[in-house]
């Protein structure tokens, strides 16, 4: 069974960066296309960025373009948000979500608990 475990949020800034951290165990990780979701509070989840199975492919949310990146490391099965230039806006508990390589778009239909990111104005 998939597992995923999220870790690196936190309370900053605005202006500042945060990096998550995605922990993947349970399965075959390359065979894995990775994204991140976040939800503030009364607001539905939203798509942030993902990342493809084969890694040569990402997608970003407008709201995080320019600011966010994601990478992997198939070899550490670990999936990385680098997120700059924080603003109050990007606050909310974020998501990693895993979806097989055989669905293009992908189908996450593993999750992680989620890590709190709170940026203060």
Do not use: H
Request: net charge positive; proline share 3%.
């Amino acid at each position: 069974q998939v597992r995923l475990v999220e870790s690196g949020g936190g309370l900053v800034q605005a202006g500042a960066s945060l990096r998550l951290s995605c922990a993947f165990s349970g399965g075959t990780f390359s065979r894995y296309s990775m994204g991140w979701f976040r939800q503030a509070p009364g607001k539905e989840r939203e798509f942030v960025i993902s990342i493809r199975w084969s890694g040569d492919s990402t997608n970003y949310g407008d709201s995080v373009k320019g600011r966010f990146t994601i990478s992997r490391d198939n070899a550490k099965n670990t999936v990385i948000l680098q997120m700059n230039s924080l603003k109050p806006e990007d606050t909310g508990l974020y998501y990693c979500a895993a979806g097989s390589y055989i669905y293009d778009p992908p189908n996450y239909n593993y999750w992680g608990q989620g890590t709190q990111v709170t940026v203060s104005s």
